[in-house]
């Protein structure tokens, strides 16, 4: 019988099998697929970079760093580039650049006088007492006013989530900024008491190998204990742990981690968890589609010094934000070459994924080059359809994440983890796997304290 058995082997399984091998238990990885690293896929071709899945790596949450660093990619990172310089905004057809600067904001003229002058006054606004759940728009709509709402904040939600800022949760999906005005009475007194304390820098890291370094990092590490295209056909409740039934034969564990999508979770939960099988199943993930365009560099006029753009709502168009991956990091096209990357789907436009793909990069290169001043067709372009993309934090879903997050008191030793928990980011996926690998390790290792107690006694 082994210690715990993960199943899948996206980033948030490879972490949490990694936390466990480094505790010194006994653990296997199952994955169904015949490669590991979920929608971490980093793809090269023609001397371009391409992200399938996610750009980057947060390296403002300390758990998440540290398992970076034990995995000795940390010096290996690659900051941002020095080109990126400001974050553009694309609203009613116009692209505006902002600093970086954090008066940014009141420096440009993207928002009128009067919404910068509604923002200056947020410090002086009570707190929300009522205990009513709030949407991400009526929370920014209450606290900074209606135009910062909609042309700042609901771009964000479109750009992290690929969500709608009218149904995702403060709670849920900006937990800090909600736990800000819950502790501060303000999101203004939040963020200046934060900067006087000691969080790490907020820098955006990636490899040489593309994202995908972390699950490859992972996966070398792990070795053997990984076994791929093994397909998990049923997972039983023992007296003494699980049996889970495979396409590869059958196994036993102590402790059981499900570390697959929501969806997917919902069905090998059905027979263990009810109550965790439904809130599972009610957790929705509409389709993106990544579409990656490569030019000649004489071929576009913007400079194309940011990270990229995010788009307020404007009829007819399909893009939700654009990511200029040359200028972030280094090694993403060849000299005297860009590359972009468009995200268009999600909550906003789902019906994009029956889109044919001939009509998909036809009409995103159509909106980029009205928006980037972009002359000729592109050099070379690839396309990923995600049919199920980001899961959406809509309202109620922090109680999803309590009984979620629970599974363990209900059906001990069954735990749950992946990016429908505590935040969709790969830093999140991780510091979420560490705190689950962290709940196993404690509840193996109590049987042995309690003998040891039991004979010193």
């Given at each position: 019988m082994?210690?715990?058995?993960?199943?899948?082997?996206?980033?948030?399984?490879?972490?949490?099998?990694h936390a466990l091998m480094l505790a010194g238990l006994d653990v296997q990885v199952l994955e169904r697929q015949v490669r590991v690293g979920g929608n971490a896929i980093t793809d090269r071709f023609n001397g371009f970079m391409m992200e399938q899945g996610p750009t980057t790596f947060n390296a403002s949450m300390p758990d998440a760093l540290k398992q970076i660093d034990r995995l000795g990619l940390l010096k290996t990172a690659h900051d941002l580039g020095e080109g990126v310089k400001k974050r553009y905004l694309l609203n009613q057809g116009k692209l505006t650049g902002i600093s970086t600067n954090?008066?940014?904001?009141?420096?440009?003229?993207?928002?009128?006088?009067?919404?910068?002058?509604?923002?200056?006054?947020e410090g002086l606004r009570r707190r929300k007492m009522d205990k009513t759940e709030e949407t991400i728009h009526a929370f920014a709509t209450r606290r900074f006013g209606r135009e910062f709402a909609d042309k700042v904040i609901d771009p964000m939600a479109?750009?992290?989530?690929?969500?709608?800022?009218?149904?995702?949760?403060?709670?849920?999906?900006?937990?800090?900024?909600?736990?800000?005005?819950?502790?501060?009475?303000?999101?203004?007194?939040?963020i200046l008491a934060a900067k006087r304390g000691s969080e790490p820098g907020r820098h955006l890291y990636s490899w040489g190998g593309g994202i995908a370094s972390i699950p490859a990092a992972l996966a070398k590490r792990l070795g053997a204990r990984i076994h791929t295209g093994v397909a998990v056909n049923s997972i039983g409740k023992t007296s003494t742990g699980f049996q889970i039934k495979t396409s590869a034969g059958t196994r036993a564990a102590r402790a059981v981690v499900l570390a697959v999508q929501p969806h997917v979770a919902a069905g090998m939960l059905e027979n263990l968890d009810p109550d965790?099988?439904?809130?599972?199943?009610?957790?929705?993930?509409?389709?993106?589609?990544?579409?990656?365009?490569?030019?000649?560099?004489?071929?576009?006029?913007?400079?194309l010094d940011g990270l990229g753009f995010l788009t307020t709502r404007e009829n007819g168009k399909i893009i939700s934000g654009v990511q200029f991956p040359s200028t972030m990091y280094q090694g993403r096209a060849p000299d005297g070459y860009v590359a972009i990357?468009?995200?268009?789907?999600?909550?906003?436009?789902?019906?994009?994924?029956?889109?044919?793909?001939?009509?998909l990069v036809a009409q995103i290169?159509?909106?980029?080059?009205?928006?980037?001043?972009?002359?000729?067709?592109?050099?070379?372009?690839?396309?990923?359809?995600?049919?199920?993309?980001?899961?959406?934090y809509t309202i109620g879903h922090r109680a999803r994440e309590t009984v979620l997050s629970s599974t363990s008191e209900r059906v001990e030793g069954l735990h749950l983890t992946g990016n429908y928990l505590n935040g969709v980011s790969v830093s999140n996926c991780m510091e979420t796997a560490g705190q689950v690998a962290g709940k196993i390790i404690d509840d193996l290792e109590q049987p042995t304290r309690q003998c040891r107690a039991s004979n010193s006694g």
């Open positions: 082994h210690d715990a058995i993960v199943i899948g082997g996206g980033i948030s399984g490879l972490a949490t099998a954090p008066l940014g904001f009141f420096m440009s003229n993207y928002l009128s006088p009067q919404a910068r002058f509604s923002i200056l006054f479109a750009g992290i989530f690929m969500g709608d800022s009218h149904q995702l949760s403060i709670a849920g999906a900006f937990t800090k900024l909600h736990e800000l005005e819950q502790k501060f009475g303000s999101i203004t007194r939040g965790a099988s439904i809130v599972a199943g009610d957790i929705i993930a509409p389709p993106i589609n990544v579409v990656f365009l490569g030019y000649k560099q004489e071929q576009v006029a913007h400079p990357s468009a995200y268009a789907g999600g909550a906003r436009n789902p019906e994009l994924a029956q889109m044919p793909e001939s009509d290169h159509a909106e980029l080059s009205d928006t980037l001043q972009i002359k000729g067709a592109p050099v070379i372009h690839r396309t990923r359809r995600w049919a199920l993309g980001l899961p959406q």
